[in-house]
């Protein structure tokens, strides 16, 4: 999407479905598995540093978060161990809305405020989410402190009716997708009243008869939420295809904010004859 080459891409991934697409798709990909205790030394040069820690401990979904002390979200400071001692020229970082507190340190330990970008400007869904990177522009406080100033994606008007394979939907756009909300393991009265709450979404076959019709998004609408190409996840069943779908990023907004990296590589090639 963002059409920039890579020679070597590194991956740090422990879930066997997410690790499958991967290959399937990027067979040149080094998967190194967990990235607690890793020896950064070893990779060397590093030309952007990626990433997303875990955020069940930010989202503001769960009652009992423990903020970047928790044992999920504590992995963000394995992110900051890697940029320190891979010193990229770019990096990025994705992570959800969360306490000021937690923001604040994470914008120290990275040294630049983020962006907030809503996918619902690209796709039929709404993820409201921080990215923290030195890409592309940036303004400065009164303390000479960086806010990456990128500007927000065009707004595409997807909305969820134009991305359903069949039958109707009540809303204009998803509600986020959530690991354990995008798999069809409830009953249809919990259903009915998780989606009357706006807790999570589910698409009718009948508009006159919503109880007996009502259904979870299938995988291609579930592809088609996250921007990703119809059949991306194929070769995993609907429901484990969820569960990654629900943890990646929205492609779109990751490739609008790239677009602003692949100025600067152009004009790297301009102003140094080389790129990185």
């Known amino acids: 999407m963002a059409g920039i080459p890579i020679d070597k891409y590194i991956a740090f991934e422990i879930n066997k479905d997410s690790i499958k697409v991967t290959q399937y798709h990027y067979p040149a990909t080094i998967q190194c598995g967990d990235v607690r205790n890793f020896y950064w030394e070893s990779i060397g040069h590093c030309d952007l540093l990626i990433g997303g820690s875990p955020c069940q401990d930010l989202s503001s979904a769960n009652r009992n978060r423990c903020g970047l002390e928790g044992s999920k979200s504590s992995l963000f400071w394995e992110y900051v161990k890697a940029k320190n001692v891979l010193k990229p020229k770019y990096f990025l970082l994705e992570n959800v809305q969360m306490p000021a507190r937690d923001f604040e340190i994470i914008s120290q330990a ?9 996918s619902s400007l690209v796709s039929a869904q709404l993820r409201n989410r921080f990215y923290w990177t030195n890409i592309g522009y940036k303004n400065y406080n009164i303390f000479g402190f960086p806010t990456c100033a990128i500007p927000q994606p065009n707004d595409k008007k997807i909305f969820l009716q134009d991305i359903l394979t069949s039958g109707f939907a009540d809303r204009q756009k998803s509600n986020c997708l959530l690991r354990n909300l995008s798999r069809p393991s409830y009953k249809k009265d919990y259903m009915m009243r998780r989606h009357q709450k706006s807790f ?7 508009l006159k008869d919503k109880y007996n019709s009502s259904r979870y998004f299938n995988q291609t609408e579930l592809e088609r939420l996250q921007t990703l190409p119809d059949g991306y996840t194929k070769v995993l069943s609907r429901n484990k295809a969820a569960a990654c779908i629900a943890d990646s990023w929205t492609a779109e907004v990751i490739a609008h904010i790239f677009k602003f990296l692949k100025q600067e590589l152009e004009k790297g090639e301009k102003t140094n004859g080389k790129t990185i």
């Open 200 to 206: 999570h979404t589910i698409v009718f076959e009948d």
């Open 110 to 118: 990275l040294g630049i405020y983020p962006v907030n970008i809503n």
